[in-house]
């Protein structure tokens, strides 16, 4: 059994800054790659960032600059830094992780960037 919970997201003004949090508990063999995903209303899901167990990070285009995704193996946990916030931001990120071969998602913590 393995339970994947973020958490850090809210209510955040243009220009604002937030912290997501990812934390992987359970039965933890293999964690080969972490990454956050989005989705907001109306639009499919996708990729935001990656890190790999290694150290090895990709962050999308419209993202790149502001966000910023990081782990601490120690903890199982993996963060999404995010600065500069925009309107655009605004959706459920929700954090996926691979672990022995096995693909798990959590439920996702809201962000809404507004005045």
């Known amino acids: 059994q393995v339970q994947v919970v973020e958490s850090g997201g809210g209510l955040v003004q243009p220009g604002g800054s937030l912290r997501l949090s990812c934390v992987v508990a359970g039965d933890i063999f293999r964690l080969s790659a972490m990454g956050w995903y989005r989705q907001a209303p109306g639009n499919q899901r996708e990729l935001v960032a990656s890190i790999t167990s290694a150290g090895s990070t990709f962050t999308v285009d419209s993202v790149k600059g502001r966000f910023t995704i990081s782990n601490n193996n120690a903890k199982n946990t993996v963060y999404l830094r995010m600065n500069n916030l925009k309107p655009e931001d605004t959706a459920i990120y929700f954090c996926?992780?691979?672990?022995?071969?096995?693909?798990?998602w959590g439920k996702g913590t809201l962000v809404t960037v507004s005045l």
């Open positions: 996926k992780i691979v672990n022995d071969g096995i693909t798990y």
